[in-house]
């Protein structure tokens, strides 16, 4: 349930202080609120802005804003003339219920991306403690130990599930394995700067073999895809499916 709300101009400028935005909503991006200026001073306001009632769970800030921050910028920043601006305010009980409907509302708007679904969900803390160990490794992986290696790539090495990664149930694919693999890829990209159809190739390659129950021995992988790259003897391979067969006879060569 919800229901409308009139804002003065000085709440909304201290909704949209820094330490009053939610972490795991999107960041406010000048590109966005220059296109929002320009529909404003065209269209004038068209929608709601969705503010988040969270007294329940937090103590010392009752409103935050769930949908709009572009659009309470834009207004704030072009001095638009309101005395009070109606919005729409939702109660929250629970934080993890207030993620998932920024992450629909997003998802139904502009869509979130992988990464707005790592930070978000990384973010939520105990609040989704149950599975919040995936969503913290695979935030360090990302930003500090493979961050050369693209966040959809990551994903398809150590996530069991896609859907379940945007649900906020994410887990291992198999973490032994798929560091075992994600170790090489890296060494792809920082040894050799090799493009992300090579690795693709590497990744398909190596759960081919899982799936076939073969066991791979990644130290005799790795030593050999070092020494044939040095030599370049991958430069015929122009695709995934070119590198992924190059793998394979090299692995298999006596």
Request: glycine content about 4%; aromatic content about 12%; some cysteine.
């Amino acid at each position: 349930m919800y229901k409308i709300k009139k804002f003065t101009k000085r709440q909304i400028i201290n909704m949209l202080k820094p330490d009053n935005l939610l972490s795991f909503n999107r960041k406010i991006r000048r590109n966005h609120i220059k296109k929002m200026i320009k529909s404003i001073n065209t269209c004038g306001v068209t929608r709601l802005p969705v503010i988040g009632d969270i007294s329940i769970f937090n103590q010392t800030q009752k409103y935050v804003i769930v949908d709009g921050q572009h659009l309470l910028k834009s207004l704030i920043e072009i001095n638009y003339d309101f005395e009070f601006l109606e919005c729409i305010v939702i109660k929250y009980d629970k934080k993890r219920d207030l993620m998932e409907q920024i992450a629909c509302m997003n998802t139904t708007q502009k869509g979130w991306n992988d990464q707005d679904y790592l930070d978000g969900w990384h973010e939520l803390h105990s609040d989704n403690l149950e599975y919040w160990g995936f969503y913290n490794k695979l935030y360090n992986y990302n930003n500090n130990v493979f961050k050369k290696i693209p966040l959809g790539v990551l994903l398809d090495i150590y996530s069991d599930s896609k859907p379940k990664f945007r649900d906020g149930i994410g887990k291992f694919f198999d973490q032994e394995f798929s560091d075992n693999v994600a170790n090489i890829s890296n060494m792809l990209k920082i040894r050799f700067n090799k493009p992300a159809h090579t690795i693709t190739g590497l990744i398909q390659w190596c759960k081919t073999q899982r799936k076939k129950k073969h066991k791979i021995d990644f130290n005799k992988l790795n030593t050999r895809l070092k020494k044939s790259l040095k030599n370049n003897a991958d430069k015929n391979c122009n695709s995934r499916d070119d590198f992924r067969l190059f793998v394979e006879e090299l692995y298999n060569t006596i």
